[in-house]
């Protein structure tokens, strides 16, 4: 690969890129794919629905034939012949229709996901443009993909003759079965069709997606220049820059989380703050922060004290404070000494150990 700094695109294209284009609707899809599925979605609709479709509408035809003859031809039943044949509609051909909806949305959703690409409807005049048209279609490019269009349906064709041959026999030998009878192998036949033209398309298809993929990442791929101007804007957007000190802070709290286990108490907000502090004197002769967090990682700390059988504190503000001021690794201050001396009494009283006065002196001087 080239690997000039200002005109070759040597460089894979970034993450930033490939949202940018797939907000532009610039998305790797296959067209086989499309037709495979629906051709599948319309065998699977052919065999659950069809046989109820085809019996309710030879009841309804045969009843409007043997009425025909006694219709006044007025408003009123006018409009009941339109009301019964809408009935028929949506109890009968709206769940095709929303069947061959549904799996028609489900096969993009599969190759592309969900995307509303609202660039894509917006005019645009070159579209229009006969010149380019032409070129288009009188191009290199133009002439590969005809080619490769003609060969894919001269295969079909291939296949769909190779099928009908094969069912020639029970063709001829509907001429004197019931129309039902004709229906149901008919529709047999165009099932076992769909089937066999899908598999192709299958196979098709995945190798046209896998194609389409590779073709799209080398047009979308940049210069180094490129990748340094979109690294630069990156590292200056105030929303990347918070989403990476809020996930470097994450990291901090979940490494030091290990340490609620060994800590003396928990000061909590009661669900938004938690703090963790040790104190184990003479080691440790001032309440000392070990681990601190917000939200969900409190929340962790509070089930890490509860399994621990660490006292858990609750004291709103003073929790809120301590964890606006104090670091990991930082002591109490000395106006606080007081409240925590309190809150060591208390914390010796629930867990049931004896208090060296020498060592709450301590704190205090």
Sequence with gaps: MATDDTGDKS???????RQ???RKGNVARSTELNIAGHLLSTAAVLYFLGADLVQSLGSMIALHLKAAGSHRGDIGEIHAEFKEVADWAAGSVLPWLAGLFLAAVAINVAQVGFLVATEKLNFNINALNPVSGLKRIFSVRGAVTLLISLGKLGLLTLAAGWLIWLELPTFLSLTSASPWTAALATGHAIMKLSIVLSAILIVLGVADYAFQRWKQTREIMMTKEEVRREMKEMDGDPLIRRRRRDAHMKLIEARDISQVSASAFVLTNP???????KYDPPYVSVPTVVAKGADETAFRMREIAIENDIPIIERPELARQVYRTLKVGQSI???LYDVFIE?????YTITGKTIDTSDVEDIAA
Excluded: G
């Excluded at 809150?343 to 914390?347: A, D, E, H, N, R």
């Design 20 to 22: 940018e284009e797939r």
């Design 343 to 347: 809150i060591l009494k208390y914390v």
């Design 333 to 335: 201050p000395s106006d």
């Design 271 to 277: 669900t938004h703050y938690a703090v963790a502090f």
């Design 11 to 17: 460089e894979d294209p970034t993450e930033h890129r």
